[in-house]
């Protein structure tokens, strides 16, 4: 999820910046903290990010925030909230990722 953030800072044109993101996911956190893991597949989730992230100069800094009080919790379990609220996309991504969305 980290990742796709990335692709929507990048189309929003936020650049230049620190920012706080906050996960649930402890072991993202410690894969993004490490730049690296033992999951070939997060490894390039990884590199993708950073690579993003370096080339916008965002310094991210990720903390750990527990599921309850995780305001995305509910869009992982597929409530989609007010259609006011959603955010569109004009970027396409990139395959290894489309199958990840099938039912968003």
């Known amino acids: 999820m980290i990742e796709l953030l990335a692709y929507f800072l990048e189309e929003m044109g936020l650049h230049d910046c620190w920012l706080l993101i906050h996960s649930d996911n402890q072991g993202t956190i410690s894969a993004?903290?490490?730049?690296?893991?033992?999951?070939?597949?997060?490894?390039?989730?990884?590199?993708?990010?950073y690579l993003l992230f370096s080339h916008l100069s965002i310094s991210p800094e990720i903390t750990y925030i527990e599921s309850v009080a995780?305001?995305?919790?509910?869009?992982?379990?597929?409530?989609?909230?007010?259609?006011?609220?959603?955010?569109?996309?004009?970027?396409?991504?990139?395959?290894?990722?489309?199958?990840?969305?099938?039912?968003?």
């Open 70 to 104: 995780n305001p995305a919790d509910p869009i992982l379990h597929r409530e989609q909230g007010e259609a006011g609220k959603h955010v569109s996309h004009n970027f396409k991504l990139p395959d290894e990722l489309t199958n990840c969305f099938l039912y968003v």
């Open 32 to 49: 993004l903290d490490k730049g690296q893991s033992s999951n070939s597949h997060i490894n390039l989730s990884v590199c993708c990010t």
